[in-house]
């Protein structure tokens, strides 16, 4: 699902919430150390991310945020702030170049480049987490 959160809306929020979980409490992102990473560069996405990315002539980046049952990979277009909410049973992940992985929620996907090790770590975290959350198939039984 993609938002645009660049106002402070009870709805949107509560859609958040319900898709992904309430955001960690303090302690918790510090139990964690961090929940989230920033300033990574989209190299691709789909056709609808990427006529919003085309707005603006800056550079495409986005961050992502963990939350209980799901991520939040955000981007800015202009002046608005929008929000890719992935369940982890929706999040199909793969990952293409040695230096690139791409991320997946029914027809939306956004491609990022992953040129040092903090990235490949976290993307290891969001699999671990997904592995969490997400039950057996009938095949792994």
Same mark, same amino acid.
């Given at each position: 699902?993609?938002?645009?959160? %660049? ?6 929020? *509560? ?8 955001? !960690? +409490? !303090?302690?918790?992102?510090?139990? @964690? ?5 920033? #300033?990574?560069?989209?190299? %691709? ?29 955000? !981007?800015? +277009?202009? &002046? =608005? %702030?929008?929000? &890719?909410?992935? $369940? ?5 992940? /793969?990952?293409?170049?040695? =230096?690139?992985?791409?991320? /997946? ?11 040092? *090790?903090?990235? #490949? @770590? !976290? ?6 987490? *997904?592995? *969490? @959350?997400? $039950? &057996? %198939?009938? =095949?792994?039984?």
């Amino acid at each position: 699902m993609l938002l645009n959160v %660049s106002y402070n809306n009870p709805e949107i929020r *509560k859609k958040i919430d319900t898709e992904v979980g309430k955001p !960690f +409490s !303090f302690l918790e992102r510090i139990k @964690q150390r961090g929940i989230g990473i920033g #300033h990574l560069i989209i190299t %691709s996405s789909s056709s609808e991310i990427q006529k919003l990315l085309t707005l603006d002539k800056y550079r495409n980046k986005c961050n992502i945020e963990l939350r209980p049952n799901g991520i939040i990979i955000g !981007f800015r +277009s202009l &002046l =608005e %702030s929008y929000a &890719l909410v992935i $369940p982890y049973w929706k999040l199909t992940l /793969y990952k293409g170049k040695a =230096e690139e992985y791409s991320l /997946y929620r029914d027809t939306y996907c956004i491609k990022i480049e992953a040129k040092n *090790k903090n990235v #490949h @770590q !976290f993307i290891k975290r969001i699999l671990a987490e *997904k592995e *969490k @959350q997400v $039950p &057996l %198939s009938v =095949e792994n039984l």
